[in-house]
């Protein structure tokens, strides 16, 4: 029996379900979801492992427009999903026209890759306006392939990973057969606690936040976690804080409770705040927080 691999790369806007789908192809929480934009600000890996297969996934920041440093590495990571993609996903919403990069537009029009066009939150939709976008999108990226999916509802998505499995290359794996993801445990406590951020609070104050765990210590029944918020100002670090320190615990009991169910163990996490001036226009720092890879 031939073995198949390769990588398939998720690329759309902010917000319209990437990592939603890539969740429901991995069956697990890697990618954190909230309603807010630039959730996702890394390239992050999903494998999934069958028999004579395996599937390397990758979701992406949603793209953007850059206004900083931050978000100028962002679309680095978004770049380079077109460089070693064997399967493009292109993912849009319905009611959705256009994609906020004409470059990466003609990238995807212009592949010579697979792509599948994923339109998303169809149950939110009726057929009517399902069929106008259907044709609205074959007209504008007549190389893909079409499919109505619910991310959320998990409408299609066995339909599109059976066609991601025909589409993909003769190869051996190239990760562990019992790999889940290239990123360490210490990403994926981050990446809860930042998700907690973004759900707890306002305005500009998620974008200003990076997390750093300095200690991951795993024994054989809990794990002890000792994270530090990073900030950009004293005012950001008050609010993070809240009257008594109630926000940061907050952040803190829900944090825990995620990342119990995520390594299936019990946890001892500890949260700091302090403050890095200027962090998302500071390219050690944002070498530091692993963006600026190059």
Known sequence: MSHKAGFVNIIGNPNVGKSTLMNAFVGERLSIITSKAQTTRHRILGIVNGEDFQVILSDTPGIIKP???MQKSMMDFVKSAFEDADVLIYMVEIGEK?????DFFAKIIHSKI??????NKIDKSNQEQLEEQIALWKDKVPNAEIYPISALENFNVKEVFARILELLPVSPPYYPKDALTDKPERFFVNETIREKILLNYDKE?????EIET???????KIIRIRSVIMVERDTQKGIIIGHKGAALKKVGMQSREDLEKFFGKQIHIELYVKVNKDWRSNAYQLRRFGYNQK
Do not use: G, M, N, R
């Open 114 to 119: 697979p792509v599948l066009l994923l339109l």
């Open 205 to 209: 104050i998620p974008y200003a936040v």
């Open 67 to 69: 206004a900083y440093e």
């Open 214 to 220: 300095e200690e991951f210590l795993e024994d054989e």
């Open 98 to 102: 256009e994609l906020k990069d004409e």
